[in-house]
């Protein structure tokens, strides 16, 4: 046996998996468990503040003044808008004293959408 042949293939196999696993770390894919678990969890964040922007929608149609409302929330920049419906309390969900940003912002992407 050569001793250069094999050694000359241990490290191309050696290299062989460096690229490999970094083609796939950085533009395949894969990622860490941690990576998953963090993804999981924004995702499903994300998931319920939309569900929760439903009923803050149901919440600004039941207001008298909303056609107002709707008007002076049109003029807002898009960072005031989430404020804004906060300030008016259709984002504080039943059972809750105060509100959870995401679903500030995910009601402010359903009424733009209806309106």
Same mark, same amino acid.
């Given at each position: 046996?050569?001793? +250069?042949?094999? +050694?000359? /293939?241990?490290?191309s196999g050696v290299g062989g998996a460096l690229v490999t =696993?970094?083609? $796939?770390?950085?533009? $395949? $894919?894969?990622?860490?468990? /941690? /990576? @998953? =678990? *963090?993804? *999981?969890?924004?995702? *499903? @964040?994300t998931a319920v503040a939309e569900r929760l922007g439903s009923i803050c929608v149901a919440q600004f149609n039941r207001d008298k003044a909303k056609s !107002?409302?709707?008007? !002076?929330? +049109? $003029?807002?920049? *898009?960072? !005031?808008i989430g404020r804004f419906i906060d300030a008016q309390s259709w984002a504080i969900m039943p059972g809750d004293e105060k509100s959870? #940003? /995401? =679903?500030?912002?995910?009601?402010?992407?359903?009424? #733009? +959408?209806t309106s």
């Open positions: 046996m050569d001793s +250069k042949k094999i +050694k000359l /293939g241990l490290w =696993v970094y083609v $796939g770390f950085n533009f $395949g $894919g894969w990622v860490t468990n /941690g /990576g @998953a =678990v *963090a993804m *999981a969890k924004e995702t *499903a @964040a !107002e409302k709707l008007v !002076e929330m +049109k $003029g807002k920049d *898009a960072w !005031e959870d #940003s /995401g =679903v500030a912002d995910a009601c402010a992407r359903q009424l #733009s +959408k």
